[in-house]
């Protein structure tokens, strides 16, 4: 099982750009969450995918948006960085009804640097 | 969100056990204890969750106070390999797809 992967592990992007990042879950898993970590900030919730639809958002703006495919992999697009975008970009896979015990597993993340 | 606080950094030797606390004093009676720890250029990682009553597995031990407004991680025989940043997060539910309100954690060092 290769747990959560994404790509790119790392990318350079320029301020006013546009980036996407992909992550495809853990195996069996369907519901795929996105984090951003500033670096020494624990991670904060971006917005979560089920079922092809956004279900939770956290406190970011609309330039940030995601897709979530059949397969259950998903994209996280960001519109016109800014250089305070610059952080590492977490996806985190779970089960939508995986009962008592399940946890979310996270990706090792891809790290943005916009200049 | 119910809020938790934690220690910003805790040092401990290696092969000695680790009690990480935590304080969430406006917790609800539905929140769960949830703690994911974070290793260096890693995402983070599940350790251990719980409701009310102490729980064992084979990463760690969680003692959950009586009264639920604090908590303890437990790592009964640190390794060098422990050493991370450890999150104590409060959720509605013990179903992973809940989303996670990180803090800043506690960054736990290992002395050899």
């Known amino acids: 099982d290769a747990g959560v992967t994404q790509s790119p592990t790392h990318l350079i992007k320029t301020r006013g750009q546009q980036v996407t990042l992909r992550c495809s879950p853990k195996?069996?898993?369907?519901?795929v969450s996105w984090y951003q970590q500033a670096l020494g900030q624990g991670p904060q919730f971006i917005f979560q995918?089920?079922?092809?639809?956004?279900?939770q958002r956290g406190n970011f703006p609309d330039r940030f948006s995601g897709h979530q495919f059949p397969n259950y992999s998903s994209e996280l697009n960001v519109n016109a960085l800014l250089l305070g975008d610059s952080a590492l970009y977490l996806c985190?896979?779970?089960?939508?009804?995986?009962?008592?015990?399940?946890?979310?597993?996270f990706g090792q993340g891809t790290r943005l640097t916009v200049v | 969100d119910a809020k938790t606080t934690q220690p910003n950094s805790m040092e401990s030797n290696e092969e000695e056990p680790v009690h990480l606390p935590c304080n969430h004093s406006?917790?609800?009676?539905?929140?769960?204890i949830h703690w994911y720890r974070q290793l260096p250029s890693q995402g983070p990682e599940y350790v251990i969750h719980?409701?009310?009553s102490n729980v064992n597995n084979r990463m760690a031990s969680l003692a959950i106070a009586e009264d639920r407004k604090s908590s303890t991680l437990i790592l009964h025989r640190a390794t060098l390999r422990d050493a991370a940043v450890y999150y104590c997060?409060?959720?509605?539910?013990?179903?992973?797809?809940?989303?996670?309100?990180f803090g800043t954690g506690t960054r736990l060092t290992i002395i050899p």
């Open positions: 985190a896979s779970s089960l939508e009804f995986g009962g008592v015990g399940t946890e979310a597993f």
């Open positions: 995918y089920y079922e092809e639809e956004e279900r």
């Open positions: 997060i409060l959720s509605g539910t013990n179903f992973g797809n809940e989303k996670l309100t």
């Open positions: 719980g409701l009310t």
């Open positions: 406006t917790i609800s009676g539905t929140d769960y």
């Open positions: 195996s069996g898993h369907d519901t």
